[in-house]
């Protein structure tokens, strides 16, 4: 199958980064930087002004993480303040922390809910779950979660938190989550035994 744009872009990304890093010799350091060059200008004509960030090492995808806290047949979603749609708590993964603990801060941040961390539900490449593209490849990582505490608060990121019944969802924001990220949630409620999805 053939490449897009912005997969060929992504692998030029990584080649550069990972020469830029591990070779040492001048001819070929210039090379590779032309190389990250050539994979910004790839994007740069679709996106306009588009740069590449350059990162320290061999790249790899991004991670965000999604924390899916059911309760009493509802599910928590939170209002991002910068799109005014919802989406389940949640956001890149911070450093000097495992995945788990990243899904309870955000939750915590995001909603003022603290949580128990029950279950990995799907490890998921977001090209492959029916999201606009974006330049970053990400990989999504969605917990089911049991609410044990706190009180309903927002955030600096989040304008809205509540919890909503399953064929009663508002508008859900298309970068963040779907609503088979939430259907999935609840089959994982009812059947805890259920593998984790992947692809």
């Not at 980064?17 to 790839?42: F, N, T």
């Not at 927002?154 to 809205?160: C, F, V």
Request: hydrophobic share 40%; proline share 7%.
């Amino acid at each position: 199958m053939p490449k897009d744009l912005l997969e060929v872009s992504r692998e030029l990304k990584s080649m550069a980064e990972a020469g830029l890093r591990y070779s040492d010799g001048p001819y070929d350091l210039e090379r590779y930087k032309r190389l990250h060059e050539i994979a910004s200008e790839l994007l740069g004509a679709e996106e306009r002004e588009f740069t590449w960030p350059v990162e320290f090492g061999y790249a790899t995808p991004k991670v965000d993480v999604r924390a899916a806290v059911i309760q009493d047949g509802e599910i928590l979603l939170v209002r991002e303040s910068s799109t005014g749609q919802w989406t389940l708590p949640g956001g890149w993964a911070d450093l000097n922390a495992s995945p788990a603990e990243n899904a309870a801060r955000e939750v915590l941040e995001e909603a003022g809910i603290v949580v128990t961390v029950k279950k990995l539900i799907a490890c998921w490449d977001k090209d492959r779950q029916g999201h606009p593209r974006q330049p970053e490849h990400v990989y999504k990582l969605l917990f089911l979660c049991e609410a044990t505490g706190g009180e309903l608060t927002l955030s600096l990121e989040t304008d809205g938190a509540d919890w909503f019944l399953p064929d009663a969802l508002p508008d859900l924001c298309p970068h963040r989550a779907a609503e088979h990220y939430i259907t999935h949630a609840f089959l994982h409620a009812a059947n805890p035994d259920l593998p984790t999805s992947f692809d």
